[in-house]
């Protein structure tokens, strides 16, 4: 493949914006070589700035599950554009997707709508601690709930590619409040919380992990969780940015059986544009702005384009009662397909999967939490990305990010996936 335009573009994009891109991950530090420019998309496919095609398996991270630029939410963007793009005003969309997603979502009643993931569970947070007077937070490492101060703490996803999952800028003061524990690690987690007796709000999480690649959680280990929060008056949040409306219309919290108290949104939920939220029972979200006290505001939320965009996907998702179980027929048919290829080829691995969520390892025991996601085989994961790269296969540009299946690819496009590995590791 050629990259010439790519680079051309990376370079004019370097001398004004730090690092050619506006989210880290995009820059391809992790694994070299120039970032590519694309200039379109459709369905599964990206067309680059240099003409290549590729299969996307990144999917904008994780918001077009029914493929690029799918019909009725471009024609719905479109539409609402000719009638101005933002107001500050109410409108009456915000609250069709509202009783669409409190309909489609267990255990909430009121949804407040912002502009990105980060905002979203910032808010959340926030929301927690002034709803139970507490101020300590207990996180887990590796999971990434966005670039707010309160999660730049043994973070995962880009801020671990880029080595700094505690970032400078964060300070003592805010780094106290954040608790640290492992995922998948119950007894962790019982012991911060005696430690901190009465001290901690709100254990936040992501109920199956996506940014240290795909970790699903232990049997057991949301149960316990939540045994846990009802026993000391703490909220579980969910941050359900990468897994909601993806792994079942109701997301984690529907497919794994366990209730949260705050559950977090982003990504499909915009369909593609700026979009987060965070929801919760009446009792909880009545303590927000303007009905109570907890402060939380935005000049562009629930902009009129963003909510047309995500009220298409969600009808969309509402409407397809075979969806998610296709989604998890197409995984696990890639899964089996890669592991036989990788088997073959004795390349040692790992593939963690749930719903349409997946991603290879090159670890030789289990991933279950950051400490074994840390431990695999960074040099491998170079060669594979650039491997599938050079057969048309676009993969996350980071050991530590989920795949995403899309309605849109095919059994063609994933056979093509599998070929594609077993001819970078013949
Ligand atoms: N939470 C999770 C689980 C995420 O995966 C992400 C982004 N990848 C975020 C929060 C932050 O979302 P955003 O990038 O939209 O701010």
Known sequence: ????????????????????????????????????????????????????????????????ILGHAYAPVVNAVVEKAKKGTSFGMPTEIETEIAELAVSMVPNIDKIRFVNSGTEACMSAVRLARGYTGKDKIIKFAGCYHGHSDSFLIQAGSGAVTFGSPNSPGVTEGTAKDTLLA???????????????KNEIACIILEPVAGNMGCIPPVAGFLEGLRSLCDANDILLIFDEVMTGFRLAKGGAQQLLNVNADIVCF???????????????????????????PVYQAGTLSGNPLAMAAGLAMLKALNEDSEIFNRLAEKTEY??????????????THTINRMGSMISVHFNEEKVIDFKTAAKGNNERF?????????????????????????????????????????AVFK
């Open 1 to 64: 493949m050629i990259y010439k335009r790519s680079s051309t573009l990376f370079a004019n994009a370097e001398k004004v914006i730090p690092g050619g891109v506006n989210s880290p991950v995009r820059a391809f530090k992790a694994v070299g070589g120039t970032p590519i420019f694309v200039k379109e998309a459709k369905g599964a496919y990206l067309y680059d700035e240099d003409g290549n095609v590729l299969i996307d398996y990144i999917n904008s991270w994780g918001p077009m």
């Open 182 to 196: 492992n995922y998948n690690d119950l007894k962790n987690v019982e012991a911060l919380i005696q430690a901190n």
């Open 266 to 292: 982003g990504k499909v939920i915009g369909g593609g544009l700026p979009v987060g939220a965070f929801a919760a029972r009446n009792e909880i979200m009545n303590y927000l702005a303007p009905l109570g």
């Open 334 to 347: 890639l899964h089996k397909g890669l592991a036989k290829v990788l088997e073959k080829n004795n390349i």
């Open 382 to 422: 170079k060669t594979f990305f650039h491997g599938m790269l050079n057969n048309g296969i676009y993969i996350a540009p980071s050991a530590f990010e989920t795949w995403f299946i899309t309605d849109a690819l095919t059994y063609e496009d994933l056979d093509k996936t599998i070929a594609a590995c077993d």
